[in-house]
């Protein structure tokens, strides 16, 4: 059973606060990814990490950085937080021997007042 | 760059009837094919991965159609009941970054 977990689960910040979303799994995925998604919008890609201190920009990667240290875990950080990154997360990864296929997260649901 | 676009943004049918969702995309060398369902408040779930080589993909429930002629992909929910009520998303792979192009997803609901 493919399973990505997701913490927290609900954030509440202030405008201008660091914000740090986790994401793991643990069966050795390679490849994860980050989203965000917002009505009328659909999922916007951020980042992509291919492996440990692998990672690309993905399409809307402004405002955001990630970290992969252990393959296992995968972070998005929002460095002095902003309103307009009141959005919900999703965090996805490919399982082993499959780089096509993305399995998501539950999802954090992030506001920034 | 691909771009996808998905078919009717919302769909109200009545249980019992059948409802399609339709999502177009424009690189030919696209060669996997997705379908999300999303519930209210939860995540994505893989409903079906379709292969480039294959037209007709049977579901429980669902059959998915692949015209790669027309670059169109095809949700059709046969006898829709208020469990299917929720939103749907396509995705599409194309080239060898590891993304997947989405559609903008339809809101479906299935009046009991």
């Known amino acids: 059973d493919m399973k990505v977990t997701q913490m927290p689960r609900y954030l509440i910040k202030r405008m201008g606060e660091n914000v740090l979303l986790e994401c793991g799994q643990d069966?050795?995925?390679?490849?994860m990814y980050w989203y965000r998604q917002d009505p009328g919008l659909g999922l916007q890609l951020i980042y992509i990490?291919?492996?440990?201190?692998?990672?690309s920009e993905g399409d809307i990667p402004k405002g955001y950085r990630v970290s992969r240290k252990k393959r296992e875990h995968f972070s998005l950080i929002l460095d002095s937080a902003k309103t307009n990154q009141t959005s919900v997360y999703f965090c996805?990864?490919?399982?082993?021997?499959?780089?096509?296929?993305?399995?998501f997260g539950p999802g954090t649901r992030l506001l920034v007042l | 760059g691909e771009q996808v676009e998905q078919r009717p943004p919302h769909l109200s049918v009545r249980e019992g009837d059948s409802a399609v969702i339709t999502c177009t995309y424009t690189d030919p060398n696209s060669y996997y094919f997705f379908w999300y369902k999303q519930e209210p408040g939860a995540s994505l779930q893989l409903l079906m991965k379709v292969f480039s080589s294959t037209e007709i993909n049977e579901g429980q429930g669902f059959t998915v159609l692949l015209n790669k002629k027309d670059k169109r992909l095809s949700l059709n929910l046969t006898a829709a009941h208020p469990g299917d009520s929720a939103a749907y998303f396509c995705a599409v792979r194309t080239g060898n970054t590891g993304k997947l192009i989405f559609g903008l997803g339809t809101t479906l609901q299935v009046q009991p």
């Open positions: 996805a990864s490919n399982p082993l021997g499959d780089q096509d296929t993305q399995y």
């Open positions: 069966m050795s995925h390679e490849t």
């Open positions: 990490s291919y492996d440990v201190d692998s990672n």
